[in-house]
């Protein structure tokens, strides 16, 4: 059987079909847990094997999903809306309904479920990814605040920078969180008052992104990924990659891999001419640290989790 959900803040609706294409039920239900205990009732009531198809899993789904995948219910798959969006015009009416949308979920999941993304328990990856994305807005924060202090900073003393050296360095932030000039007009005054308090909350991220780094550093070393011993990989690209590709590489070949991450160039080909152009798609967050793996560490990783102690060891020629 299979199940399409289309998910929304508050509500789930469930279409189940049978081999055939033919609707056996549905059924709207919360996005609570008591509720999606209910939905895994009224699954296993109607069908003795089931596969789902779940639109935002990430998001919107992802509780229900989790939910699906610990109580072994069933192989859970990723859609996406654009793909939903062409099975519902395939229908008979054009209505736009949760159920017309989980309906259409539930035939795309029919007819393509061998090539849909397989939706991953959380494991250590997710922890991991969590925390580089919560750096990552860190780090963006710090420097547009560090922007706004370079401006006030110039308005109050174009110089500054002899004496305070980079903002980028901690000691260059004290120095305008610290900097006093007598005598100076009010507006001067007004100025090195925002420069203050922007250099604290400057200094502030900066301590916050340091526990982050510290919390990654640990994470990465106790999995004793092999990613450790290849050059040109820290724990922070590390801990990225592990985040976005998860704990274990579940790729076909190293085509597949170097395809999700937008890696791998097009093929165009049309009325006898062919040729190849740049991906603009794929896993961007995951792109900066695939060079630095080496072709034959992806080719190993298919058949190796990536944090098992036991996997091949570095790639000497990188």
Known sequence: MYIGVDTHKRSHTLVLLDATGQTVDALTIANTPEAWRTALIWARRLASTRCWGIENSGSLGKG????????????VRELTPHRTAQYRRRGRTQDKTDTADALAMARLLLVEQADLPVVQRDDASTELRLLSDQRDNLVAERTRLINQLHAQMLQSDPEYKERSGRLTAKR?????????IPG??????????????????VLGLCADIATLTRELTRRVNALGSPLRQLRGLGPLLIARLLGELGSTLRLPSAAALAAL??????????????????????NRAAQPGLPSLGLVLVQRAVSNPVVS???AGPDRST
């Open 184 to 201: 100076a007009p009010p507006l001067v005054q007004t100025r090195l008052l925002i420069a203050r308090q922007l250099a604290d909350q």
């Open 261 to 282: 991450a937008g890696i791998a160039p097009l093929t165009v080909a049309s009325g006898g001419r062919s040729g190849h152009r740049v991906n603009r798609g794929g």
């Open 172 to 180: 260059g932030v004290q120095y305008c969180r610290d900097l006093q």
């Open 64 to 75: 229900f999903a989790q939910f699906l995948l610990e109580q072994g219910a069933g192989e």
């Open 309 to 311: 102690r036991t996997a």
